[in-house]
């Protein structure tokens, strides 16, 4: 493969660009985001399986070794997910929208010093909670949460497999998350809200690698052409809703090539462990049937091939137990030993990426396709 992982994202349905200040004036502006709200699957999971009947959990060591006091918080990584990142990413652009020199001058005043501080304009935390099984400060649901659920996708079968929250379910649990916020803050602000959110849809990978790859239930029916216009049923019935609630910014993520990850080349890849070509033409299909639905697909992963490029010296194995087949439950420090050069990895286990994985891929997003949100 040309390119062993590649990750795609895109900026579908409606822009809304933000006001600007005036070139050489000090103006505080509004925040950039007002909120991050996700739908999806366990690489946006940040602990909403933690409460399921489902072997398909992280919240159990190895996981969250480098979370902060090692906590396994329920994120399908060593440490952070990529909407962590991206809060953290918001909030420091936002940080940044608080300052502008002033013409003729060589510093620009933090204005947020007159009305209490600059923190009152930030409207994105550090991270981003799951909404299911944490307490929510009222700053929690007024600045977004995630709905996702590890396994899930856009099959409807997928879910039903390993007992996990469908996409349909996370639809009501977020029709459900906004009648408290108009609890909280009235009608009016909760429409403000929503419409300034940056809303992320990340499924797919499950539905291909696990139900159709790994179950007979799909396959036996479908051939892949087949199955993709299945799980493109689901893509626009998700994306429908969720404009339908609102939402005005959305980053859709497109599928990595299957193919090559850990657990895939090991059941798929032979003796050697190769990349498994026609998971990822599965993948490539897929995504390409997505560009003609939402019309704008890029698809990028700066971790794949060129993963030395980025300091990764393992692109092909997990960091937990042989790092070929373990995975949620499979992945438990009492039974399985975990590698000491986590940075290292591309993947933590054999299926989600680490900490530093995640984070090279998100500063990739916003360097490259932000702007298409007009942040």
Same mark, same amino acid.
């Given at each position: ?42 690489? +946006?999971?940040?602990? =909403? =399986? ?12 190895? %996981? ?21 990142? +991206? ?5 420091? +652009? ?21 009305? *209490? ?26 600045? *977004? ?17 390993? =007992? ?34 940056? @809303? ?68 798929? *890849? ?9 998971? =990822? ?7 390409? /049937? ?7 697909? *890029? ?36 039974? +399985? ?18 900490? /530093? ?11 490259? %396709?932000?702007? @298409?949100?007009?942040?």
């Amino acid at each position: 493969m040309r390119r062993s992982c590649r990750t795609a994202l895109v900026a579908a349905v409606v822009v809304v660009a933000l006001a600007m200040a005036p070139p050489g004036v000090c103006e505080k502006k509004g925040p950039l985001v007002t909120a991050v709200i996700v739908f999806g699957d366990s690489i +946006m999971d940040p602990g =909403n =399986n933690n409460g399921l009947h489902t072997v398909v959990k992280a919240n159990h060591a190895p %996981y969250g070794k480098d979370f902060a006091n090692h906590e396994p918080t329920g994120r399908f990584s060593n440490g952070l997910i990529p909407t962590d990142f +991206m809060a953290k990413k918001l909030l420091t +652009m936002e940080e940044e929208a608080f300052y502008k020199v002033s013409s003729g001058s060589t510093r620009c005043h933090r204005l947020g010093d007159r009305d *209490g501080g600059i923190a009152q304009g930030l409207n994105v935390k550090e991270l981003l909670p799951p909404y299911l099984g944490v307490e929510h400060t009222r700053e929690d649901l007024l600045t *977004g949460v995630s709905f996702a659920s590890g396994a899930t996708g856009f099959d409807p079968l997928t879910p039903v497999i390993v =007992n996990v929250i469908s996409l349909e379910q996370q639809l009501a649990y977020f029709d459900e998350y906004r009648g408290k916020l108009v609890d909280i803050a009235g009608e009016e602000e909760t429409r403000r809200i929503i419409d300034g959110a940056l @809303f992320v849809v990340c499924a797919g990978t499950d539905d291909i690698a696990n139900t159709y790859y790994t179950t007979p239930l799909r396959s036996a029916h479908y051939d892949i052409p087949a199955y993709v216009d299945l799980l493109l049923v689901g893509v626009e019935s998700l994306l429908r809703n969720v404009s339908a609630r609102g939402a005005k910014r959305i980053g859709f993520v497109g599928l990595p090539p299957i193919g090559c990850v850990p657990s895939q080349r090991t059941m798929g *890849g032979g003796p050697d462990r190769g990349c498994v070509p026609e998971r =990822n033409a599965a993948a490539r299909l897929y995504n390409a /049937r997505a560009q003609e639905l939402i019309r704008r697909l *890029g698809e990028e992963d700066p971790a794949g091939d060129n993963g030395a490029r980025y300091g990764f010296s393992e692109t092909t194995k997990g960091c937990c137990g042989t790092g070929t087949n373990e995975v949620a439950v499979l992945c438990d420090a009492r039974f +399985m030993p975990v590698c000491d050069d986590v940075s290292e990895h591309v993947f933590f286990d054999s299926y989600h990426p680490t900490q /530093r994985a995640y984070k090279v891929i998100v500063d990739y997003i916003f360097d490259h %396709y932000m702007q @298409f949100l007009n942040l």
